[in-house]
């Protein structure tokens, strides 16, 4: 028997849930008063396939108030999740949810080989088995031996031990960074079928993906019925690696932009006022060790950006009366921006032509962020390598 067990995520590992978890978390904030709207792209690089509490809370406190942290302010986070994730169930109720690509496939395989087969999901029981059955046609108990509830069951390693058993080859098609390594820590072979964020953590588990191919590819028989089940196992597995490397890599290297990078980096601001004096501005930008500052006027206008580069031409052409001086008579006042929107790519190159290493973000009128250009090279960096990785352990899967 190639597989023993196969433990699959419900959530991103067998249905695409992603759009159901966004537009919830759009209804709840709503609700809660906040006017603001998280879209495909942000919801992908922050939450992936569903919208655990400690994503939440990271993500309200760097994206809403990131200046402001109080105790009612959490509390107020927390409640707005918890209504979330009651809002999720409604609306994942009254659907029919798209499969991810191969996994009934694999599945099915591994079933027809003997092969016991867990489903891991953080919805109650009974909807995880409506969720099946309307969209397979067959009951939740034909499918799998068992449907084991995260939040009910303690941490996600414990539960991942219990469901693995002792014997024999186990996969898991996991989710989340959190569910891999959960997987590494009980010593079982982990598919990984990841949103954009936990792509930008770093762990892709690879190399259990390209172990696992291998050493099932070495088993499969030359010739007979084993044969056409083993291929058919892998052709499974392939098909989960063709989905996830079609839309974590070609739409990420068309589509990423700078609200990842704010995504990931969070949207305050360091600034100065017009009227403070150079050598305010140099405690600052040494006590916040940036290079560089916004200028923001009373009213809350954009009013200039000062760099090191401008303080080094003024400091050759004041001298010391410049630490005296306000900082309006230093700071650039043409000020390029760009827009969350903005691809990076484009950022790039008005960064390159223009020959400035910082760029403010600026959306509706309204200044929301401030990106440098180790930023940008930052992001491509992780952009090229998660390429290279994706697109490896793509070719390895269909020898």
């Known amino acids: 028997m190639m597989l023993s067990r196969l433990i699959v995520r419900l959530e991103g590992g067998l249905f695409l849930t992603a759009d159901i978890y966004r537009r919830a978390a759009n209804e709840a904030l709503a609700e809660a008063g906040f006017a603001h709207v998280i879209g495909e792209d942000a919801f992908a690089s922050a939450f992936g396939h569903d919208v655990t509490k400690e994503r939440f809370l990271k993500y309200a406190t760097s994206r809403l108030y990131p200046r402001k942290q109080t105790a009612d302010l959490h509390t107020l986070f927390e409640v707005t999740h918890k209504h979330l994730r009651q809002i999720a169930g409604d609306m994942l109720a009254g659907v029919r949810l798209q499969t991810v690509p191969g996994a009934l496939s694999l599945i099915e ?7 016991e087969i867990a489903l891991l999901t953080r919805l109650p029981i009974e909807l995880a088995q409506k969720l099946v059955r309307e969209a397979t046609g ?6 799998f031996e068992r449907i084991v509830r995260e939040d009910k069951n303690g941490p996600v390693t414990a539960m991942m031990q219990a469901v693995s058993g002792a014997n024999g080859r186990v996969l898991v098609i996991e989710t989340s960074a959190e569910g891999l390594a959960a997987a590494q820590a009980v010593g079982v072979a982990a598919l990984a079928v990841l949103g954009r964020g936990e792509l930008d953590t770093g762990i892709f588990g690879a190399h259990a993906v390209v ?20 291929r058919r196992l892998l052709a499974g597995m392939e098909a989960l690696i063709a989905s996830d490397a079609s839309w974590s890599g070609r739409k990420r290297s068309i589509e990423m932009k700078v609200i990842d990078i704010l995504n990931a980096k969070g949207d305050a601001v360091k600034s100065v006022n017009p009227t403070d004096t150079v050598q305010f501005l140099c405690r600052q930008l040494a006590r916040e060790k940036v290079g560089a500052m916004v200028v923001i006027s009373q009213t809350g206008a954009l009013e200039g950006i000062v760099s090191e580069r401008d303080l080094t031409s003024a400091l050759a052409a004041h001298g010391r009366a410049l630490l005296a001086m306000p900082v309006s008579n230093v700071m650039t006042r043409a000020v390029i921006t760009c827009s969350p929107q903005d691809s990076l790519y484009g950022v790039a190159q008005i960064m390159t032509r223009r020959r400035i290493r910082h760029l403010p973000v600026s959306e509706g009128g309204k200044l929301v962020g401030l990106i440098s250009i180790g930023d940008v090279l930052s992001r491509r960096l992780e952009e090229v390598q998660l390429e290279a990785n994706v697109l490896r352990d793509y070719t390895v899967a269909l020898r």
């Open 211 to 230: 172990d696992s191919l291998l050493e099932l590819a070495d088993e499969i028989p030359q010739e007979g019925s084993e044969r056409a089940e083993g």
């Open 109 to 115: 395989a591994v079933s027809e080989q003997g092969g």
């Open 138 to 143: 067959r009951d939740a108990e034909e499918l």
